[in-house]
């Protein structure tokens, strides 16, 4: 993927738009704003962004784990944004909160120590979206133990 890549988006109608991906096996996307502005036919841009950040996590874990031989179940992921006003009093992204649960115990898991220390470092979407916006993560086992815990520092205004 270095080097880049090229999405397109189209206006169908309103808020409603086609993303088309440079990838022939990725279907279209319909994105759409919530309502009274859109008409909720898909996901907004925010819930985009939401969903990028906690997918590119669960990947990173994913690949991690799986590097040193262990296999996590299914991992989940649940991501919450807060949305507020800036300084101008425009609406921002303000925070995102990731929460990650493997599906086995603390035990189980192979250099786990090295794991947690390093997996964000390799999620490029989250990495870069720090730059602007403060990224909390949580790496929970399957009995609910915190593992892993990150705060981002807030950004200056």
Do not use: W
């Amino acid at each position: 993927m270095e080097g880049g890549f090229r999405i397109e988006l189209a206006q169908e109608s309103g808020y409603r738009f086609k993303v088309r991906f440079d990838h022939a096996a990725v279907p279209d996307l319909i994105t759409d704003e919530v309502a009274p502005l859109g008409t909720d036919a898909g996901p907004n841009p925010s819930r985009l962004l939401a969903a990028a950040v906690a997918n590119c996590l669960a990947a990173s874990l994913l690949f991690a784990m799986r590097k040193f031989g262990n296999e996590p179940g299914p991992i989940t992921a649940e991501a919450s944004v807060t949305i507020g006003r800036n300084a101008q009093k425009r609406l921002r992204i303000a925070h995102i909160a990731v929460d990650l649960k493997l599906g086995v115990a603390a035990d189980a898991i192979v250099q786990r120590e090295r794991i947690l220390a390093q997996f964000e470092e390799f999620c490029i979407v989250t990495q870069s979206v720090r730059a602007g916006i403060p990224v909390d993560v949580r790496v929970l086992d399957a009995t609910g133990a915190v593992l892993h815990a990150t705060e981002t520092p807030a950004q200056a205004a």
